[in-house]
């Protein structure tokens, strides 16, 4: 079958019987072309199938009216209620989207970056990979002047705006709850130290632990790629411990949840014998038994604030040279896996 030919602006002017520049005027909204030749231009533009070539256009206005966002994964209800807030205020102010994804590698993010730079991106919106080193392949976008605003993975010493929650704070308030619950040997299972949220949060639970004057080992601090295989390791190796845990603070929410289930499969009462603090409020922590002490992590928020900043920097109403970091607010939610004294259910602001 003959593919069918693509419909020109030359067609549209010889059905209206007017020339191709008015037709290229009139689709650019120009305002030399009266409303009564716009509205015919782009009726008979719908009824013949023309679709305009907005790359094109964009490259001669300087600008795609397209922002770039780069996640560390997919798989995930933060990620995806952050890409809900970012679409949601793109699109009101007129920009695509541009995803994409480095599945943690460090590789593959320097990839995209590039790849959405070619692509001529207005602006960019970036979370990190595990294993990323350096931001040298940010280094582009800095010297032609695409604003950058990092979320949730950054890197602490670069100077772009980023947008994060306290970190520390949630790491020292998990653990001073599970001390509040009775509990004195406190273990922490995270993931890599070199990325802040992790860093931040496992500082926070060290100084929780210094504080009230208990014990910090080594030992009891396991860090994974929080996969299901890696929570059930981790749950056989703290039950190996001479003695065991009677806490466990962990950095999410799908590791908490298997490793729970572990427990239970090998005897272990949760929260009576170890008491479990997860972290993100995915659903997750809701459906699994007993429902899970969680962090609220406010993905929409955080992907509306991301958005916001590139967008009024764009449009010239701010300057984000001069933003730096926003901290928004993120929940401690208690459950019944960490209520030893069976105290009331609540929410503790952070």
Known sequence: MTPKKDVTIYDIARQLNISTSTVSRALQDHPAVNKLTKKKVFKTAGEIGYQYNTFAGSLRKKSTSTIGVIVH??????????????????????????????????????????????????????????????????????????PIVFFDRVEPTDNST?????????????????????????????????????????????????????????????????????????????????QIPDGVFITNDFTAAVFIQTLKENGIVVPDDIAIVGFNNDAI????????????????????????????????????QLTNTIIIRSDLIIRESSLKKHTPLSIVGT
Do not use: W
């Open 285 to 320: 922590s809701k459906l699994i038994e007993p429902k899970i002490t969680t962090f609220n992590y406010p993905g929409i928020e955080m992907g509306e604030i991301a958005a916001r900043q590139v967008v009024a920097h764009l449009k010239g109403e701010q300057n984000l």
């Open 73 to 146: 994964e997919l798989n995930s209800n933060f990620i995806t209620s952050v890409l809900a807030g970012i679409e949601k205020v793109t699109s009101e102010a007129g920009y695509d989207i541009i995803i994409a994804h480095s599945s943690e590698s460090y590789t593959k993010e320097a990839a995209n970056a590039v790849n959405l730079f070619h692509k001529r991106v207005d602006g960019l919106i970036a979370s990190l990979a595990f294993d990323t080193k350096n931001l040298d392949h940010y280094q582009p976008f800095h010297k032609k002047g695409i």
């Open 162 to 242: 980023v947008v994060v929650i306290d970190n520390f704070k949630c790491g020292y308030q998990a653990t001073k709850h599970l001390i509040d619950q009775g509990c004195k040997r406190i273990a922490h299972i995270t993931a890599s130290l070199n990325r802040n949220v992790y860093a931040q949060r496992y500082q926070g639970y060290k100084k929780a632990l210094s504080e009230h004057n208990l014990p910090f080992e080594k030992k009891q601090v396991i860090i994974n790629d929080l996969s299901e295989e890696a929570a059930r390791n981790a749950a056989y190796q703290l039950l190996q411990c001479t």
